[in-house]
Nanobody, 117 residues
Framework: QVQLVESGGGLVQAGGSLRLSCAAS????????MAWYRQAPGKQREPVAA?????????ADSVKGRFTISFSRDNAKNTVYLQMNSLKPEDTGVYYC?????????WGQGTQVTVSS
């Protein structure tokens, strides 16, 4: 099993910044990438950004140039970060950390991001 714990959400004005963190522990040797998703009220969960353990990144078009995903690792824990700049009200939602092994998909508990106009 892999455990994911997120932190860093909050309330920010449009144009501001937030940094999300997600710490993965447990059987982290089974995973090859980490990702962030978000879910706005009344909408489906959507991918935001992903990073492989080799450092390759991928972003949703809506966040390119504003968000940066990064990754760090030590022996017991992998941590993925999402630096969010120039935030817009449409970035509001619950942000979830995700990773997968060959057999399972893992989700964090979610962290709320609210961008006021």
């Amino acid at each position: 099993q892999v455990q994911l714990v997120e932190s860093g959400g909050g309330l920010v004005q449009a144009g501001g910044s937030l940094r999300l963190s997600c710490a993965a522990s447990g059987r982290i040797f089974e995973i090859g990438f980490m990702a962030w998703y978000r879910q706005a009220p009344g909408k489906q969960r959507e991918p935001v950004a992903a990073v492989t353990l080799g450092g390759t990144t991928n972003y949703a078009d809506s966040v390119k140039g504003r968000f940066t995903i990064s990754f760090s690792r030590d022996n017991a824990k992998n941590t993925v970060y999402l630096q969010m700049n120039s935030l817009k009200p449409e970035d509001t939602g619950v942000y979830y950390c995700n990773t997968q092994s060959a057999r399972n998909s893992y989700w964090g508990q979610g962290t709320q991001v609210t961008v006021s106009s």
